[in-house]
């Protein structure tokens, strides 16, 4: 059994001053047990965590986690821990959210988050 999950691209672009975010790969298939790695650039860098969200079909986006570039750890929304999740920069724009090792649970839609202090908007 195949897991899909699916990386949304977000951006806003109908403020010019928008911070844009951009999240690979678009689409990700995965073998249930092998590592997942989706990655969001921020295009900008400022002092606010990247939330990472899990979206199934016909359902709300629940809080996966958070991370701030130059900390250790992510902090964890409920239900979710290291066990199965976590997060890492490689930059202070560029993130990383893992899943350790794919379930079938884990299909969804996934999206990063941050604040974008030029227009005081979430994007």
């Keep these: 059994m195949l897991v899909a999950l699916c990386s ?3 951006a806003l672009t109908y403020v010019d001053a ?3 975010l951009t999240q690979t790969p678009a689409v990700h298939t995965a ?3 092998q590592e997942v ?3 969001c650039n921020i295009e900008r860098p400022e002092s606010y965590y990247v939330s990472w969200y899990k979206q199934v079909p016909g359902g ?3 809080y996966v986690l958070r991370f701030y570039h130059s900390h250790s750890y992510p902090e964890f ?3 979710f821990s290291s066990d199965r999740f976590n997060s890492k920069a490689s930059s202070n724009i560029d993130y990383q959210f893992v899943i350790k ?3 079938a649970g884990d299909s969804a839609v ?3 988050h941050t604040w974008d202090d030029s227009v005081k908007e979430h994007v």
């Design 8 to 10: 949304l691209i977000t």
């Design 37 to 39: 790695v989706l990655k």
């Design 110 to 112: 996934y999206y990063c």
């Design 60 to 62: 709300t986006p629940q």
């Design 18 to 20: 928008a911070k844009v």
């Design 77 to 79: 929304g409920t239900g």
């Design 101 to 103: 090792a794919a379930e």
């Design 31 to 33: 073998s249930p047990g």
